[in-house]
């Protein structure tokens, strides 16, 4: 596997355990002087530019930015962002004031729902804007922008369905873009564009609660422990059993939503010789119980009222 390579295998793996999901909430229409400020939604958000052309504005880097029909902006931690009609903004709340001569620019906003430290550690290392133009020739996402483009137009019977799993879709596509690009310098996505440690991340994820260890880690990757632990540290800001550890942890809080899995067999899922172990384990990574996780909070605050009571 050539280190230039995205296992999709993996990523889709990935998105699919945090039970990520693209939602188009927004279909704004711009005339005249108009401007809207979107920041806020979500942790993850998009737009696609559906027709005419606008501005958009940031707190940093080269603004304002010149978007055209086709163009899609993606902004991985929600950067505050403004669009317009005019390169010069006036103020930065939103004004659409109602439809007159000018051109006219359709938007599609869309946002990205998940766990939130789940979310940001699979999109930790993304810049904080990915722009991609309708000239950039990455016809898979040009595909896939021109079918969100002709739903969004038609309004048809269950397109809100539709335009919702597009934007999934669209999601693995923009990450895909990012690595093909180099514009993940760290994180998890950088690590998987890295051969030796897509390797070790592929085998941990499929079996987190296998015996793993350092070296059977390094033998994986096809390298010394000295050199796997200095490529997690730079890439992943984590040595392999500090990693290893979050992981478990982070698959026994999905695990710990189904009610029908006992604490002691997510403990045997997980590797862990006693429930006792794990529940340590559990407390000291995330400073909760497992008890605390699987009962829903309205049932821990009412639980806490009761007693004060």
Avoid at 168 to 183: P, T, Y
Avoid at 194 to 221: C, F, I, K
Avoid at 262 to 270: E, G, M, N
Wanted: charged fraction near 20%.
């Amino acid at each position: 596997m050539s280190d230039h390579l995205l296992p999709t295998d993996l990523l889709s793996s990935l998105l699919a355990r945090i039970s990520l999901r693209g939602h188009v909430y927004a279909r704004p229409t711009g005339c005249g002087e108009w401007q809207i400020n979107p920041s806020g939604h979500a942790r993850a958000t998009y737009h696609l530019i559906i027709s005419g052309t606008c501005w958009l504005h940031m707190r940093k880097g080269p603004t304002p930015i010149h978007l055209r029909a086709g163009d899609l902006v993606f902004f991985p931690d929600d950067a505050w962002h403004v669009m317009s009609a005019e390169p010069v903004l006036s103020g930065e709340s939103t004004h659409l004031p109602a439809p007159d001569q000018g051109e006219q620019t359709q938007i599609v906003c869309g946002l990205y729902r998940a766990n939130d430290r789940e979310l940001e550690r699979l999109l930790r290392g993304l810049p904080e804007l990915v722009h991609i133009r309708a000239c950039d020739g990455d016809t898979r996402i040009a595909q896939i922008v021109a079918l969100l483009t002709e739903e969004a137009d038609q309004g048809a019977p269950g397109g809100s369905l539709i335009l919702d799993s597009l934007s999934d879709v669209l999601l693995a596509l923009v990450l895909r873009h990012c690595v093909a690009q180099g514009l993940i310098t760290h994180g998890l996505l950088a690590a998987l564009s890295d051969s030796r440690l897509a390797a070790v991340l592929s085998a941990v994820h499929a079996d987190p609660g296998a015996d793993w260890n350092v070296s059977t880690l390094a033998a994986r990757a096809a390298l010394s422990r000295s050199t796997l632990a200095e490529r997690f540290q730079k890439v992943l800001g984590a040595s392999p059993g500090h990693y290893l550890a979050e992981l478990r942890m982070q698959e026994a809080s999905i695990l710990l939503r189904n009610e029908e899995v006992s604490v002691a067999q997510i403990a045997d899922r997980l590797g862990y010789a006693t429930e006792a172990a794990f529940r340590r384990a559990f407390k000291r990574t995330t400073g909760l119980t497992p008890g605390e996780v699987r009962r829903p909070r309205s049932a821990v605050v009412s639980g806490s009222d009761a007693k004060a009571s």
